[in-house]
């Protein structure tokens, strides 16, 4: 992803290893302060998507990814049985730091198939370090693939809304439904975007942040302003990403999501969901979906930048901190346009475990 640092144009990646080193794009910085934060141990990385500092459903399954390697380096000279318990442990501790994104959850299982095919811990180690770099190169030429495949679908005029952040920042590059709007802007199509604020975590800072690297013109919007600008005729097309996708296509993504297509059905606008194959499940059905939910307080406070002081600073806005904070929710199958994979787009009645190629 382009990156505009002191007037030059940098290229990063969101997440990258080098050695035993996770690097990846503090998000809990953006967009005041670019930063990398490092991390040295596994316990280090589970701890970094916990806090969100890198966060996105294909980001965080391939830190675990990069994590699940760290932790076979730091057990390396173990006797395998402790190893290999020790890896499980690990793996849970993995999952359990954000349960509802699929993609932390196959990119993890994918990990240990590979693993386990290792005689020893020496030589497992290898094969984590390099299977965690294909799932994260993977993942990078997936999302630039969904971007070329989605690009026709904005069409020159009017705005192109979306929710939460789906760029490069959620993934390894590119982004999903932000790589759709990346690309048609290299097509020079002339439209702008209408990014959602996304209460309370405020993923449209990212979004915001990530199209002003590469001059896409664009507005932020509070959340409950994206019914009036669809009734008034200015939305082309809503686009969204996801955290896991089920095989009759009903789609769990950040929470507000469900309110968008909602929105988009009743004014006849296109409902686009965009994602990897590695946020396809599946085997779980609607019912068994576990909604993650995060502390009371990303409602009831404000955390925003002073500018003088360099420094970030907590508001509390409610007398209280009872709040409910369900990040996801869960969008029927039938208020979606069509599904965009690295590989096709997929159209109603969906049943993906025929339609997927
Ligand atoms: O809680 P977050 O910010 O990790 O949620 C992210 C989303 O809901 C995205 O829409 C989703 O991961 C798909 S795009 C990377």
């Not at 050695?19 to 280090?44: A, C, V, W």
């Not at 709007?181 to 604020?197: D, G, M, P, W």
């Not at 939305?235 to 089920?246: F, H, K, S």
Request: positive net charge; hydrophobic residues 40%.
């Amino acid at each position: 992803m382009k990156v505009k640092i002191d007037g030059r144009t940098l290229n990063y990646r969101n997440v990258w290893m080098e050695g035993k080193t996770i690097n990846m794009i503090d998000q809990t910085r953006l967009p005041f302060e670019f930063r990398i934060h490092k991390t040295n141990s596994y316990k280090e990385t589970a701890e970094a998507i916990r806090r969100m500092q890198i966060r996105g459903a294909p980001a965080i399954g391939v830190a675990a990814s990069y994590g699940l390697a760290q932790a076979s380096l730091e057990f390396k000279y173990l006797e395998p049985k402790k190893f290999w318990k020790l890896m499980e442990e690990v793996t849970q501790e993995f999952l359990n730091t954000r349960p509802t994104a699929v993609d932390l959850r196959n990119m993890v299982v994918r990990m240990l198939m590979a693993m386990k095919k290792a005689e020893t811990p020496p030589q497992c180690v290898e094969i984590a370090f390099n299977e965690s770099q294909r799932i994260a190169e993977e993942n990078a030429e997936a999302c630039k693939n969904i971007g070329l495949l989605g690009r026709n679908l904005i069409r020159n005029g009017k705005g192109v809304l979306t929710h939460c952040n789906t760029g490069a920042l959620g993934t390894v590059d590119y982004g999903t439904a932000l790589s759709i709007i990346r690309f048609a802007h290299y097509q020079n199509k002339s439209f702008y975007v209408l990014a959602t604020e996304t209460r309370p975590w405020l993923q449209g800072r990212l979004t915001s942040w990530e199209l002003t690297q590469e001059d896409i013109k664009h507005y932020v919007i509070a959340d409950n302003a994206a019914g009036y600008y669809m009734k008034k005729g200015d939305v082309q097309i809503v686009l969204v990403g996801a955290d896991r996708i089920l095989s009759n296509g009903d789609v769990i993504n950040k929470i507000g999501t469900y309110t968008l297509a909602t929105l988009a059905r009743e004014n006849k606008i296109p409902f686009i969901v965009a994602a990897p194959t590695t946020s396809i499940d599946l085997n779980l059905k609607t019912e068994d979906i576990r909604i993650e939910e995060r502390d009371s307080r990303e409602i009831t406070s404000l955390r925003g930048y002073n500018k003088e002081k360099h420094e970030f600073q907590i508001i509390k806005l409610y007398p209280t901190d009872q709040a409910k904070n369900p990040v996801f929710d869960i969008t029927p199958a039938n208020y979606i346009s069509k599904i965009i994979t690295e590989n096709q787009i997929i159209e109603p009645p969906y049943n993906l475990k025929k339609q997927l190629i």
